[in-house]
């Protein structure tokens, strides 16, 4: 199976993980200060930057891009309770 | 909202009968509350409060900014109305849309459906849950920093100020009367009809009681809007509770930025801050608390230090974390939980912001251990991180305990530094932390 791993930068962790991983599943767990609102891609709350891997995520579904452009989120931010590591190495801290 | 005892409803001092010019042609047209006794259920307001919106005229029509809490809204008609016709009116600002702001709003686009609506882009999702199956309706615009809407001769420009309390918070400026429309921020409660800064009574401490409740929980998105709005320098500062201020209006910004700084912001440098909180009712997590700190300042660059928290009053304690890098809370598990003092704090610390900082839990327990999973979810739920999986040591702490608790405090003072080592675990570690 290929591998794929995912840092967080802010609890200086990394997580090896199966590929179609979402953030939120392991943020928590690692206690990274990530942290969840509605858990469903709504309200923004889990904004993350993405310091590296940026193209190892699952492209943004429809209503992703729309909570993002409300945020008027950066271009290497993402919603962690929406996007999988695909596969390679990511690198992520609290947005 | 609570509202003072029925019976004895208080009218409202000095209420102006229509709108009150605040500007050229800028109409104040609010409403006077001299009933609410509690806020947002975040703090008292012994006077009551104001919801202020105003009329801005130009030559190609009207700006409303802001509306009222919808009790209210019957007031704030009858002023509108005062002063412009719904035919007129070509925007509708929402600076906020907190239903003590956006209550009228439903109405007044019933009464108004041609003219278009601002708002931040966050706030589209609250306006789209007020409005319901009307949003497609109307016709909504979002706005941020560099955005403006023409009134012909006047320009509002309108300035995106996220976080001060909600997402959505903006700001609006007049530029050709140096007049800054800032909703919540600058705000009091305090309900005077006589309006201006310079003619009400004494609203200092509501002006400053307000920033405690409300927006001390935001410190940083403070400052991020005092950065932006300082420059503009205005003559006049509109908020949307409490009297108008144009005397000095700098004087109001250098207030927030003093409020908005740490309390402690002395002394310690370029150092980072840990403290170590802790209960114990018999010396073990005490005794813990001691190798923590003993660790932890082995790290050049941090100073530790070292609380019992029976032994302190929580307010000093809540400025004390607003102002640490990280903490560390030590407690024993009584009663299948965390000791009550420690919860004491806990809930305290939703009145500043403790977002990102560093956090981390030990304790000793006698069989189950709950209390430091507990806490530390709290922390989790205070949006700290926490680099280290808590510290449990069951009854005394051994010799090998105490080191792995140096160890602990070693560790957590070096992720504050950044010299913490990086770690890479597998699944199947993740789960047994
Ligand atoms: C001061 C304040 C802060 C709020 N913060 C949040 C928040 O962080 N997250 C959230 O989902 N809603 C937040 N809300 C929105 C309220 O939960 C929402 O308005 C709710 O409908 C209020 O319910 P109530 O009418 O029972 O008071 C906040 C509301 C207020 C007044
Ligand atoms: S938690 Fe609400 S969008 Fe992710
Ligand atoms: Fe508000
Ligand atoms: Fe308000």
Redesign the pocket.
């Known amino acids: 199976m290929e591998k794929a791993t995912l840092t967080f930068t802010d609890v200086s962790i990394t997580v090896n993980v199966p590929p179609g991983t979402r953030i939120i599943e392991m943020s928590e767990k690692v206690g990274s200060g990530i942290t969840y609102?509605?858990r469903e891609g709504d309200?923004g709350?889990c904004l993350t930057h993405v310091v590296e891997g940026a193209e190892n995520l699952s492209e943004p579904t429809a209503l992703e891009l729309r909570v993002l452009q409300e945020n008027l989120a950066g271009k290497d931010d993402r919603l962690a309770c929406q996007c999988r590591v695909m596969g390679g190495a990511v690198k992520v801290h609290p947005g | 909202?609570t509202a003072a005892v029925p019976g004895s409803a208080p009218t409202p001092a000095f209420a102006p009968a229509g709108p009150v010019e605040i500007a050229p042609g800028v109409q104040w047209i609010g409403a006077l509350d001299p009933v609410l006794r509690s806020?947002?259920?975040?703090m008292k307001t012994a006077g009551g409060t104001s919801y202020n919106a105003y009329a801005v005229r130009g030559a190609a029509g009207v700006a409303i900014i802001d509306t009222v809490d919808a009790d209210y809204a019957d007031e704030f008609f009858a002023r509108l109305e005062a002063c412009a016709r719904y035919d007129e009116i070509k925007v509708i600002v929402l600076n906020h849309l907190?239903?003590d702001h956006s209550g009228a709003l439903p109405e007044l686009l019933r009464r108004a459906p041609g003219a278009r609506v601002q708002c931040s882009p966050r706030g589209l999702q609250t306006l789209r849950a007020l409005l319901g199956a009307d949003f497609a309706k109307y016709d909504i615009a979002p706005v941020t920093t560099g955005h403006s809407a023409d009134l012909g001769d006047r320009v509002l420009d309108f300035y995106n100020t996220p976080n001060v309390?909600?997402p959505d918070t903006q700001c609006t400026w007049l530029g050709d009367a140096r007049l800054l429309f800032t909703c919540d921020l600058f705000g009091s409660h305090y309900c005077d009809g006589r309006l201006f800064d310079d003619l009400v009574g004494d609203f200092r401490f509501s002006f400053e009681h307000y920033y405690d409740r409300?927006m001390r929980p935001f410190r940083s998105s403070v400052v991020a809007a005092l950065d932006l709005l300082e420059p503009l320098d205005p003559a006049m500062i509109a908020p949307s509770h409490g009297p108008v201020l144009r005397t000095e209006p700098a004087r109001y910004l250098r207030q927030y930025r003093r409020l908005s700084e740490p309390r402690h912001s002395f002394g310690t440098g370029t150092d980072k801050t840990l403290a170590i909180l802790y209960v114990s009712a018999h010396g073990a997590t005490a005794r813990m608390a001691q190798a923590v700190l003993d660790g932890a300042a082995e790290e050049p660059g941090v100073r530790v230090s070292l609380f019992d928290l029976e032994g302190g009053e929580l307010s000093p304690f809540v400025d004390l974390i607003e102002h640490a890098d990280g903490i560390v809370i030590g407690t024993p598990t009584i009663n299948n939980d965390a000791a009550r003092a420690v919860w004491e704090l806990l809930a305290k610390l939703v009145d500043i912001e403790t977002r990102g900082k560093l956090g981390a839990v030990f304790g000793s327990f006698g069989w189950s251990g709950e209390a430091v999973r507990n806490v530390e979810a709290r922390l989790q739920g205070l949006q700290m991180r926490l680099p280290e999986p808590g510290l449990k040591v069951k009854l005394h702490p051994s010799e090998a305990q105490l080191e792995d608790a140096r160890d602990f405090g070693r560790r957590l003072a070096a992720h504050l530094t950044g010299r913490a080592a990086p770690r890479e675990i597998g699944l199947t570690e993740l789960a047994a932390r």
Do not use: S, V
């Open positions: 609102g509605c309200c709350t | 909202m806020f947002d259920a975040l907190e239903p309390h909600w409300l």
